[in-house]
T-cell receptor, first 113, second 117 residues
Framework: DAGVIQSPRHEVTEMGQEVTLRCKPISGHNSLFWYRQTMMRGLELLIY????????DSGMPEDRFSAKMPNASFSTLKIQPSEPRDSAVYFC???????????FGSGTRLTVV | AQSVTQPDIHITVSEGASLELRCNYSYGATPYLFWYVQSPGQGLQLLLK??????LVQGIKGFEAEFKRSQSSFNLRKPSVHWSDAAEYFCAVGHLPGDNQGGKLIFGQGTELSVKP
């Protein structure tokens, strides 16, 4: 099992550009979570999906952020336009909701300059 | 609202010494509780979890945690710390499976552990 796969591992972009982060959950997991980690705010849940359906997006900071899960094996988190304050490590995690097998990816470190 | 508090931002212990990391939670029902560890540049790895039953749970890497309902606590312990245990540790509380929340976890702010030789 390859675990939760996130890409890219690092992303440096200029302010105003569109950024797309990608996540492949573990096969068979039916819940997917996007977290953001910063020194100031710690780990924040941005959005999560259950069976590909967004359940709670109340953590998405602004309309500039959007997330999709078109199928059980792929999700994206998009920021458009990006701003320097979006710089953070973004984690994707997946689980089988009935047993809390929460597995995190290695994260994408985003730097917006 | 559910919340998790880790009172200690940073702890330093000597190698071989015992360790206890504190975690307090606020939750309206029986909580599901977790401890995760994060090494630099890595994602979070599950150390242990408590759902029900025995209040002392064993995890990986020699860690254990004790659920104390009366104190709303779930402290993490290890009898003898190794240098490789230096990392950041996160406590989390989760919703019950099947409550339509999909296993959402709320994390504490983390405790950074340094180990002195």
């Amino acid at each position: 099992d390859a675990g939760v796969i996130q890409s890219p591992r690092h992303e440096v972009t200029e302010m105003g550009q569109e950024v797309t982060l990608r996540c492949k959950p573990i096969s068979g997991h039916n819940s997917l979570f996007w977290y953001r980690q910063t020194m100031m705010r710690g780990l924040e849940l941005l959005i999560y999906f259950n069976n590909n359906v967004p359940i709670d997006d109340s953590g998405m900071p602004e309309d500039r952020f959007s997330a999709k899960m078109p199928n059980a094996s792929f999700s994206t988190l998009k920021i458009q336009p990006s701003e320097p304050r979006d710089s953070a490590v973004y984690f994707c995690a997946s689980s089988f909701s009935q047993n809390y097998g929460y597995t995190f990816g290695s994260g994408t470190r985003l730097t917006v300059v | 609202a559910q919340s998790v508090t880790q009172p200690d931002i940073h702890i330093t212990v000597s190698e071989g010494a015992s360790l206890e990391l504190r975690c307090n939670y606020s939750y309206g029902a029986t909580p599901y509780l977790f401890w995760y560890v994060q090494s630099p540049g890595q994602g979070l790895q599950l150390l242990l979890k408590y759902f029900s039953g025995d209040t002392l749970v064993q995890g990986i890497k020699g860690f254990e945690a004790e659920f104390k309902r009366s104190q709303s606590s779930f402290n993490l312990r290890k009898p003898s710390v190794h240098w490789s245990d230096a990392a950041e540790y996160f406590c989390a509380v989760g919703h019950l499976p099947g409550d339509n929340q999909g296993g959402k976890l709320i994390f504490g702010q983390g405790t950074e552990l340094s180990v002195k030789p």
